[in-house]
């Protein structure tokens, strides 16, 4: 039995964005552009809820892997969670309504606003030290959290980078400890926007599931490299995504 080279391309695609959303976040610039050009007769909220449906399988499967070996604040997590999910039904509702093109022109510049940040200070996120789910560093923290769980349901590529962003610059973390804590409110971001999309039936569902598979393999390979390499790596590989992130989202923009 042949398999559909637009499968095969997507499949690949969601191995890849598996590997990259474990470690960094970013994926959804690998698979998302990967199901249009797919399937370009296909409606653009179906192509969005079939991505949620791959990534929610492989994100879910880094979060566990995390959990073993990092400890993840799940109390203090709660809270943000439910912006999240809020925020993110709200941008799958507007996304069912307005055209994504609106968001492209601001991602690559918020992308170089995260890079240069990074790249100008050595130290940022490769020391671990936590502060407090209060004050004003957390109001701050949650205002951003909940403007990227809105983008996220909206549109979404980049989502896990900017919540280690957050994660790091409002809360101490290291990139290591960064990467589980956006890994969570990602699936609880995923797992809301997908929920709205597949109610209103935008989702391939064999399609979606198939890239799920290959997600997780992704994955699981995404969080081995992160803990073999630990912050410095992740730090590393987050530089290199972002970069990549900016010239595609810029390119797409154009």
């Known amino acids: 039995m042949d398999i559909p080279v637009e499968l095969i391309v997507?499949?690949?695609?969601?191995?890849?964005?598996?590997?990259?959303?474990?470690?960094?976040?970013?994926?959804?610039?690998?698979q998302v552009p990967a199901l249009f050009a797919s399937y370009p007769n296909a409606a653009p909220p179906t192509l969005l809820g079939t991505s949620k449906l791959a990534g929610i399988?492989?994100?879910?499967?880094?979060?566990?892997?995390?959990?073993?070996?990092?400890?993840?604040?799940?109390?203090?997590?709660?809270?943000?969670?439910?912006?999240?999910?809020?925020?993110?039904?709200?941008?799958a509702f507007l996304a069912t309504r307005v055209a994504a093109e609106i968001f492209r022109p601001l991602v690559p510049v918020m992308l170089c606003?995260?890079?240069?940040?990074?790249?100008?200070?050595?130290?940022?996120?490769?020391?671990?030290?936590?502060?407090?789910?209060?004050?004003q560093h957390h109001l701050i923290g949650a205002l951003a959290i909940a403007a990227i769980g809105f983008y996220d349901g909206f549109f979404g590529p980049g989502t896990g980078s900017f919540l280690m962003f957050v994660f790091v610059r409002c809360y101490g973390y290291d990139f290591l400890h960064a990467a589980a804590n956006a890994r969570v409110l990602n699936v609880v971001a995923n797992g809301a926007a997908l929920t709205y999309f597949a109610w209103h039936g935008h989702v391939f569902w064999h399609v979606g599931l198939a890239m799920a598979a290959c997600n997780v393999a992704g994955a699981i390979v995404?969080?081995?490299?992160?803990?073999?390499?630990?912050?410095?790596?992740?730090?590393?590989?987050?530089?290199?995504?972002?970069?990549?992130?900016?010239?595609?989202?810029?390119?797409?923009?154009?």
């Open 10 to 30: 997507v499949l690949v695609a969601a191995f890849v964005a598996g590997l990259v959303d474990a470690m960094v976040g970013g994926g959804g610039l690998v």
């Open 57 to 91: 399988f492989g994100t879910t499967s880094a979060v566990w892997r995390y959990a073993r070996k990092v400890a993840i604040p799940w109390r203090a997590l709660l809270p943000l969670s439910v912006y999240v999910l809020l925020a993110s039904v709200s941008g």
């Open 113 to 135: 606003a995260v890079l240069i940040y990074t790249l100008t200070r050595k130290s940022f996120g490769t020391e671990h030290t936590p502060r407090e789910f209060s004050g």
């Open 222 to 254: 995404g969080t081995r490299l992160a803990f073999r390499g630990g912050s410095t790596l992740v730090r590393k590989v987050f530089i290199v995504v972002v970069s990549l992130l900016i010239v595609r989202t810029a390119w797409l923009a154009m």
